[in-house]
């Protein structure tokens, strides 16, 4: 089988516009981004694309939905599935237009894709808080009893999750195999823990979607993990110099010692260079940094941030 990509696109990189997070505006980003992300096929690259579902959280037309923690039709998790599906359903016709426009004999899929995590990790690493305002008010003992290693302050639900197993991980494998493009792992995946009959329960938590992306590489053993920014390359601007300070190639040990020194203050930054991190610290072969439209130079060594084991 061919070298296997994973490409993070997360939500920067397909708003360029912050005034459109919806209509036209992000549809054209998207279609542009997969138009790019289809470079790598062409190079002759397998591909799964995880796409963050930021930019549709909370938009005006479709408001998180009312109701109680414990309902399984209006849950976190379903209402995160949703999100899964629209916005990949957008990724995977721009892709097969592109594919089909190249003249490639190539299809993508999107997979609706679960999490296993524990919650009983004390490292805080991959959840962050949900706004879920239910019908009526619960304590923190209430939300407790229902969302397992969770706690709940004021509409928010805050949780220590670590990623254990992909519950679609072999359909992924098995898409791959017969020559598809996958969309998986949006969102940050769906988090779920197993009962104590080994079935699958949800857990109200969003994880972020670069550290999932990043657990999704190692897993699939993927030979590049791309990330695409808003930019070509990693910028540093060291204060001693007061100019600017381009990143073209390092190593695992550059970039921790860049992060110990507090070069990356962006949040989204640093949730894109400790994604970085985990992949090579769990023996992935080389990380990439950069824009959708660079992919293709990037690839020929021209541009983007490259980082090595």
């Not at 995590?117 to 808080?129: G, H, M, N, W």
């Amino acid at each position: 089988m061919s070298k296997l990509a994973v490409v993070a696109i997360g939500g920067n990189s397909l708003i360029e516009d912050e005034g459109d997070r919806d209509g036209p505006g992000q549809l054209e980003a998207i279609c542009a981004s997969a138009k790019y992300v289809v470079d790598l096929v062409v190079n002759g690259w397998n591909v799964v694309i995880a796409h963050d579902n930021t930019p549709q959280l909370n938009q005006p037309d479709e408001p998180l939905p009312h109701g109680s923690l414990r309902s399984s039709q209006w849950s976190p998790a379903s209402f995160l599935a949703g999100l899964q599906g629209r916005l990949g359903y957008l990724i995977q016709q721009a892709l097969d237009h592109e594919l089909q426009h190249r003249g490639l004999n190539r299809r993508s899929a999107c997979l609706l894709t679960r999490l296993i995590v524990s919650p009983e990790d004390d490292e805080t690493t991959l959840a962050q808080p949900v706004r879920w305002p239910p019908a009526e008010a619960q304590t923190t003992e209430e939300a407790e009893a229902c969302t397992t290693g969770l706690a709940s302050n004021k509409g928010e639900t805050r949780t220590r999750l670590e990623p254990r197993e992909l519950v679609e991980q072999e359909a992924i494998k098995t898409l791959l195999q017969a020559g598809f493009i996958v969309i998986a792992a949006a969102g940050g995946s769906i988090p779920v823990v197993r009962d104590g009959e080994g079935g699958l329960c949800p857990v109200e938590a969003r994880l972020h979607s670069d550290l999932v992306a990043s657990f999704l590489a190692t897993q699939l053993n993927a030979d590049l993990f791309l990330i695409a920014t808003t930019a070509e390359r990693v910028v540093l601007f060291p204060q001693q110099t007061g100019g600017a300070y381009p990143l073209d190639m390092l190593t695992l040990a550059e970039l921790r010692q860049y992060e110990a020194d507090g070069h990356f203050s962006n949040a989204r930054q640093q949730s894109q260079i400790r994604a970085v991190i985990r992949y090579l610290e769990r023996g992935g072969g080389a990380a990439l940094l950069t824009c959708p439209q660079a992919i293709g130079r990037a690839l020929a060594g021209r541009t983007g941030t490259w980082v090595l084991p």
